[in-house]
Every structure is written in structure tokens, then in C-alpha cells.
């Protein structure tokens, strides 16, 4: 009833000027005053000061980060599992495969392109982390929220402008290596699923098959990595054969 409520809520500070919100989030980790610790007060437990404290600004950071970037996330994902063909499900449920075992051989092994997409968009994003510690700490205290991007922007404005440009070329490089890392994964052979069979029915194994992607090297950034086609959603990186056997009427399903 409410989905649409929620897919808003948590997609909203995707779209939320980042200055904004890093701002409420400085007034929420102050250590006298902010509703974070003011909470943990309530059940006695003392708050650390968040922002002040080597020890603890760059969890900080980190938890509002994350929260922040939640949302892309989560439509990608839900991008994906809507995408996973529910006839596999209800082939696996004929043969005996509980909703734990679906998942982990039906949605999971379709769901690994969307994994690594998110991983390889997450980590490129935490190394241009940059306005963060920026608008709430300037890097400090004792320097222990100075990111890549941060150090090489001091450095241009201390006038190191070659070590900067250096830098600025090795975090594309960075950026590159995370991508082609990422994309061409070497494939494997379908491994067949062992143990016991669900009661009832035949053995029900989902090999999946990743392929690696051709010709990337040329285009290391600009290549797209997902694209949506016929319908469906198919990762680029690589194709997932998914191959249901053992059916009560004896036939394959290859999606």
C-alpha cells in the first residue's frame, strides 16, 4: 500500500543536494546537542563526539555516506529482481525447493551482474569521495578525513599543481583498473549444485554460466555496463544460462 511512499523516502537524499545534507547531518552528530547522542542519552549510553574525535569522524562519514547513496542502490537491485523470471520460481517449487533454496539458485546467481554493477558504482563513487568531509570537517581533525580526492584538491591549493595532476591521473587510473577488474572477469564452467534431493522430486540444479565481456579494453570508462533489452534486464559483463532440469515432466527450461 505504501510502496511508493518508501521507494520516495529512500530515494529522496539521491536527489538532495549533498551541501544540504551534509549540513543536517553535522547538526545531528554534534556531540552536545545532537539527536544522535542526545537518543543514545535516553538509554544511557554516553555519545562519542563525531565529528571531533580521530577515532570516530570517518565512521561518521561513512554511515552518512552510505545512507545517502542507499537509494541508487536500492532501485538497481529492485531494477533486478523484477527482472528475475518468476516461471523459474514456480518450476523449482513443483520439484520441492523451499523459498531459501530459490533464492540462492534461482534469484541470487541472476542477480550477480546487478551485485557487481553495484559494487564496481559504489567503490568509483567512495574514491571521488570529496564534498563530504569537505562541507562537515575540512579534512580534519588530525587530517584523519582527508580522502583521495580531498589531498589531491589541497594539493592544487597549496600549488603543488604537478603532484596534484598526478594524483588526479592516478585515481583515473584507479577508476579504470576497478572498472576492467570488474567487467572482465574470467568465466567458469557450470558447477553442478550437490546434495540431497528435495523430497519428492528429482534434483534440481542452476548452473549459472558467466561469460567474460569482449572489447571492453578500448573503452574502459564510456562502455556501458547494463542494458535493458527485450524486456529484460541482462548484464553486459555476462550472460547467466540458467537451466532447470529434473522436472516432473522431464523437460529444460533455459532462460
Same mark, same amino acid.
Given at each position: 500500500?505504501?510502496?511508493?511512499?518508501?521507494?520516495?523516502? #529512500?530515494?529522496?537524499?539521491?536527489?538532495?543536494?549533498?551541501?544540504?545534507?551534509?549540513?543536517?547531518?553535522?547538526?545531528?552528530?554534534?556531540?552536545?546537542?545532537?539527536?544522535? +547522542?542526545?537518543?543514545?542519552?535516553?538509554?544511557?549510553?554516553?555519545?562519542? +563526539?563525531?565529528?571531533?574525535?580521530?577515532?570516530?569522524? =570517518?565512521?561518521?562519514?561513512?554511515? =552518512?555516506?552510505?545512507?545517502?547513496?542507499?537509494?541508487?542502490?536500492?532501485?538497481?537491485?529492485?531494477?533486478?529482481?523484477?527482472?528475475?523470471?518468476?516461471?523459474?520460481?514456480?518450476?523449482?517449487?513443483?520439484?520441492?525447493?523451499?523459498?531459501?533454496?530459490?533464492?540462492?539458485?534461482?534469484?541470487?546467481?541472476?542477480?550477480?551482474?546487478?551485485?557487481?554493477?553495484?559494487?564496481?558504482?559504489?567503490?568509483?563513487?567512495?574514491?571521488?569521495?570529496?564534498?563530504?568531509? #569537505?562541507?562537515?570537517? +575540512?579534512?580534519?581533525?588530525?587530517?584523519?578525513?582527508?580522502? =583521495?580526492?580531498?589531498?589531491?584538491?589541497?594539493?592544487?591549493?597549496?600549488?603543488?599543481? %604537478?603532484?596534484?595532476?598526478?594524483?588526479?591521473?592516478?585515481?583515473?587510473?584507479?577508476?579504470?583498473?576497478?572498472?576492467?577488474?570488474?567487467?572482465?572477469?574470467? %568465466?567458469?564452467?557450470?558447477?553442478?549444485?550437490?546434495?540431497?534431493?528435495?523430497?519428492?522430486?528429482?534434483?534440481?540444479?542452476?548452473?549459472?554460466?558467466?561469460?567474460?565481456?569482449? %572489447? #571492453?579494453?578500448?573503452?574502459?570508462?564510456?562502455?556501458?555496463? =547494463?542494458?535493458?533489452?527485450?524486456?529484460?534486464?541482462?548484464?553486459?559483463?555476462?550472460?547467466?544460462?540458467?537451466?532447470?532440469?529434473?522436472?516432473?515432466?522431464?523437460?529444460?527450461?533455459?532462460?
Amino acid at each position: 500500500k505504501f510502496r511508493s511512499a518508501f521507494r520516495l523516502g #529512500f530515494y529522496t537524499p539521491v536527489v538532495t543536494s549533498i551541501v544540504a545534507v551534509a549540513v543536517v547531518w553535522q547538526f545531528l552528530l554534534q556531540a552536545d546537542f545532537g539527536l544522535i +547522542n542526545t537518543a543514545l542519552g535516553w538509554f544511557g549510553i554516553p555519545g562519542p +563526539n563525531w565529528l571531533g574525535d580521530p577515532n570516530w569522524s =570517518m565512521p561518521a562519514l561513512i554511515m =552518512m555516506a552510505s545512507w545517502r547513496n542507499f537509494g541508487t542502490s536500492m532501485i538497481i537491485f529492485l531494477a533486478g529482481l523484477q527482472a528475475v523470471p518468476w516461471v523459474l520460481h514456480e518450476a523449482a517449487a513443483i520439484d520441492g525447493a523451499n523459498a531459501w533454496k530459490r533464492f540462492r539458485h534461482i534469484t541470487l546467481p541472476l542477480l550477480r551482474p546487478i551485485i557487481l554493477f553495484v559494487s564496481v558504482i559504489t567503490m568509483i563513487g567512495y574514491l571521488q569521495f570529496f564534498e563530504e568531509p #569537505f562541507v562537515m570537517t +575540512n579534512g580534519g581533525p588530525l587530517d584523519s578525513t582527508i580522502s =583521495m580526492s580531498m589531498y589531491t584538491y589541497k594539493q592544487f591549493g597549496f600549488g603543488n599543481y %604537478g603532484y596534484a595532476a598526478a594524483l588526479s591521473y592516478l585515481i583515473f587510473v584507479v577508476i579504470a583498473v576497478v572498472l576492467r577488474s570488474g567487467m572482465l572477469r574470467p %568465466g567458469r564452467a557450470p558447477v553442478p549444485i550437490t546434495g540431497k534431493p528435495f523430497a519428492g522430486a528429482p534434483f534440481v540444479r542452476y548452473p549459472v554460466t558467466p561469460r567474460p565481456l569482449t %572489447g #571492453f579494453a578500448t573503452q574502459p570508462i564510456l562502455h556501458p555496463f =547494463m542494458a535493458f533489452e527485450g524486456g529484460g534486464l541482462h548484464g553486459n559483463a555476462y550472460n547467466s544460462d540458467v537451466h532447470v532440469t529434473g522436472g516432473p515432466l522431464g523437460n529444460d527450461l533455459t532462460v
